[in-house]
């Protein structure tokens, strides 16, 4: 079965950047949509960038101009640059892979990221 395993969280201060990636295994990572959500404590989990296969991307309007979600088909891996970052981006990261035919869908088990002085 299709496996998400992301990276890249830590703590970081107010202005500064961070990258995630997110390694997908067990399947045609090609032949998936990819996106990136996040949780912050107390509240629903939330779309923040997705990529489509032929790699469009779309974003939450509170983080455009701020991430870069891309893809990397040849080393199976999907990155979220995150720059200005903001306390209110404190959250929990998750990694989401569909696949565009079946709509199967897999998560990552998120990577935490804490905006911080």
């Known amino acids: 079965q299709v496996q998400l395993v992301e990276s890249g969280g830590g703590l970081v201060q107010p202005g500064g950047s961070l990258r995630l990636s997110c390694v997908v295994s067990?399947?045609?990572?090609?032949?998936?949509?990819m996106g990136w959500y996040r949780q912050a404590p107390g509240n629903e989990r939330e779309l923040v960038a997705r990529i489509s296969v032929n790699g469009r991307a779309t974003y939450a309007e509170s983080v455009k101009g701020r991430f870069t979600i891309s893809r990397d088909n040849d080393k199976n891996t999907v990155y979220l640059q995150m720059s200005s970052l903001k306390p209110e981006d404190t959250a929990v990261y998750y990694c989401k892979g569909t696949h565009y035919i079946t709509e199967n869908t897999a998560w990552g088990q998120g990577t935490q990221v804490t905006v911080s002085s």
């Open positions: 067990g399947d045609i990572f090609a032949l998936y949509t």
